[in-house]
């Protein structure tokens, strides 16, 4: 059916020939690129108090991350600050500390509340909540769909800022990334993370870890441009990549691209998919549906070739997991996904609760899954990410969320 071309070591492909499909970057103490960095003379924008997370609250003098947390808890369940004036609402907040941040802050009441009313306060920030803490010695593993990623966003402050600090803020250890514009675009968020510049990543309160990531060639081609995958793993967190590489096959539009994992003392491969979209009146649902079927066959020969046989197919399907051609994933190759079908995976900045299942992670029963899943919705908005589809109003980086799930190690 295809061929599997690794990368990282000796392997044969279906058809018995070696090939090298990846490449894989890893970054330590590396020297800040020139444009990435900031003039000490240059002003800081002033932070809003209506849309401002915990992290960035604590890089003002005299907030420290309880403070932090009673302001966006307060903002949580009163709503909006009407103005500046209001944090005095807040204990521990009085009238010498308002004065000290007077020339820090901002109260755009307006955004806010619009905001508000395309659900961002009644949404919360993933399904298992954005406060719960993982678990110590398990691995959060996850998949986003950039949409066009490409060097000139990955180089924009707004879109590096919320893919680092999601990544942060979530505790990912190990992401699939989908629709790279760019095979260096992963490369820039990889160094942002080691090496930050962002003055919210570096002042991250947690451990930031060391990063590795890899890119695929070109899975296919999508508007514009080819198409790239990539993972990008916390080496500081016990994983290390053994092999990747795409697997060709003339059934689907994009190959897969594989990835094979030691996490600890617990191997895994990664499958990750972005699957035939079905068009704006759906004249491509059937292509799309042959694609579904055939990654039965696909996933039976890919575990005759890989050495991990616990399986974790993730990525964007443009369908839900309810499509009655999934259903063979379970009987035939013994794989479930992990998010509900009623759960909503897309956003945009003008429905941030979203509307459709595309996104999931599917298991064979080798891995072991704690039962603790996510999808990212909070935070993905950007003052720097301008939405020109809908009146220059700040977009998203993406109009797929992250999604994640818990393992244990």
């Known amino acids: 059916m295809g061929a599997c071309c690794f990368n990282g070591g000796a392997r044969e492909d279906s058809r018995g020939q070696l090939q090298n499909k990846a490449r894989q970057r890893t970054h330590g103490h590396q020297s800040q690129h020139p444009s990435h960095q900031s003039h000490p003379n240059s002003p800081q ?90 678990h110590e010695g398990n691995v959060r593993i996850g998949s986003w769909n950039l949409k066009c990623f490409s060097v000139e966003k990955a180089s924009n402050d707004g879109y590096r800022d919320v893919l680092c ?56 081609r999508m508007y514009k441009s ?25 059934k689907l539009v994009r190959w897969p691209y594989i990835g094979e994992f030691k996490i600890g003392n617990w191997a895994c491969t990664l499958v990750s998919v972005h699957l035939k ?69 897309n956003i945009s900045s003008r429905n941030l609760k979203g509307s459709k299942a595309y996104d999931n992670i599917w298991i064979n029963e080798k891995v072991k899954y704690t039962g603790r899943f996510g999808v990212v919705r909070s935070h993905l908005q950007h003052e720097l990410i301008i939405d020109d589809r809908f009146g220059g109003n700040r977009g998203t980086l993406s109009d797929h969320c992250p999604v994640w799930a818990e393992f244990y190690s």
């Open 277 to 345: 979209a079905t068009g704006l009146e759906e004249e491509y649902l059937e292509q799309l549906n042959a694609e579904i079927r055939s990654l039965v066959p696909l996933l039976q020969e890919l575990g005759n070739s890989v050495q991990s046989k616990s399986i974790i197919l993730l990525g964007d399907f443009n369908a839900g997991p309810d499509n009655r051609y999934f259903k063979d994933l379970s009987k035939k190759v013994g794989l479930n996904h992990l998010l509900p079908s009623d759960i909503s995976t």
């Open 226 to 250: 080819l198409e790239y995958n990539g993972f990008l793993w916390k080496e500081s967190a016990g994983i290390i990549m053994a092999h990747s590489g795409l697997f060709q096959t003339v």
């Open 165 to 220: 600090m999601v990544i942060l803020e979530n505790g990912l250890d190990l992401v699939a990334f989908q629709e790279l514009a760019d095979s260096e675009a992963l490369d820039k968020i990889c160094k942002e993370l080691n090496n930050p510049t962002l003055r919210a990543v570096k002042s991250w309160q947690g451990k930031r870890g060391n990063w590795k990531c890899a890119v695929s060639e070109p899975t296919g």
């Open 45 to 134: 924008p002033k932070l809003d108090i209506n849309t401002a997370r915990v992290h960035q609250l604590c890089t003002l003098e005299g907030i420290d991350r309880h403070l932090a947390e009673d302001i966006v808890n307060y903002r949580s369940s009163q709503g909006p600050f009407a103005s500046v004036q209001d944090l005095l609402n807040v204990p521990g907040v009085d009238r010498k500390l308002l004065r000290r941040l007077q020339k820090l802050i901002v109260c755009n009441k307006g955004q806010s509340q619009q905001m508000e009313e395309r659900g961002r306060n009644v949404v919360p920030a993933s399904i298992n909540s954005e406060v719960e803490k993982k």
